[in-house]
């Protein structure tokens, strides 16, 4: 009996792209963990910039964002095959660019866990600068592997800058 060889990349490929966004969508859970309980009380009573969005726009924005993240991981990812047939360096260069990822996945997560869980603006503002950088220095890695996956978190960083503002200005509010 022969088997499809291509049939069975899909499959893997597939599978890879639904871990890849599972993953990031968990990094979002685990935040909303901290994140939900505060909404209604603390956070509640923090004086807001003008600008600070409805809190319903929250979750549907992280929702897409984390998507998109796990489909740029994927772009990189899938590469990691093809990069190890052609050389090492190239395997090399793949799984330091993920590295990188999931390091500004867990950075994403710990923003919330200071922000909502421990309710400290300035500390989450300072934390927020390094998750900025790190999402940067994704997108650089991730731009040398796949130009789509560096575009995919382009959205992302453009909301976590937004987010930056918001959170220094409500730190400066109260």
Known sequence: MQINTSTSSVR????????????????????SVFTTPSIAGWYATLVKPAINPPAWVFGPVWTTLFALMGISAWLVWRNAE??????????????????????????????????????????AFIEIVFLWLAILATIIVFYKISRLAAWLLVPYILWVSFAGYLNYAIWALN
Request: no cysteine.
């Open 12 to 31: 893997v490929n597939t599978l890879k792209l639904i871990i890849a966004i599972v993953v990031s969508e968990l990094a979002g859970i685990v935040g």
């Open 82 to 123: 093809i990069a190890s047939l052609q050389a090492p360096r190239n395997d090399r260069k793949i799984k330091i660019a993920l590295g990188i990822f999931f390091g500004q996945l867990v950075l994403n997560t710990l923003w919330s866990i200071i922000f909502f869980g421990l309710h400290s603006p300035g500390g």
